[in-house]
């Protein structure tokens, strides 16, 4: 079964930056679509960024231009750079397949990501 841990969230000013990571075990990882999502409370999870196998990024709206999303298919790990951070960012991040490609079927604890003065 696959398995999901994200790590690397915190509580950081705004204007801040933090680094996300995820290792992914159980799965022949090079081969999938991989995204980052997140859920503020009392909001629906949405998806901010999603990169392909072969490294074509794309990102919600508001995270434009502050946050990045990687990979290393060596170590089966996912990061997302999260610079410029506001208010509006905090929730809890997660990682998983990218939905548009392959069916979600487990999610991981995820990382608590603050941002407040």
């Known amino acids: 079964q696959v398995q999901f841990v994200e790590s690397g969230g915190g509580l950081v000013q705004p204007g801040g930056s933090l680094r996300l990571s995820c290792a992914a075990s159980g799965s022949i990882f090079s081969i999938y679509a991989m995204a980052w999502f997140r859920q503020a409370p009392g909001k629906q999870r949405e998806l901010v960024a999603a990169i392909t196998t072969g490294g074509s990024t794309r990102y919600v709206d508001s995270v434009k231009g502050r946050f990045t999303i990687s990979r290393d298919n060596a170590k089966n790990m996912v990061y997302l750079q999260l610079n410029s951070l506001q208010r509006e960012d905090t929730a809890v991040y997660y990682c998983?397949?990218?939905?548009?490609?392959?069916?979600?079927?487990?999610w991981g604890q995820g990382t608590q990501v603050t941002v407040s003065s």
């Open positions: 998983n397949y990218d939905p548009r490609y392959t069916i979600i079927a487990y």
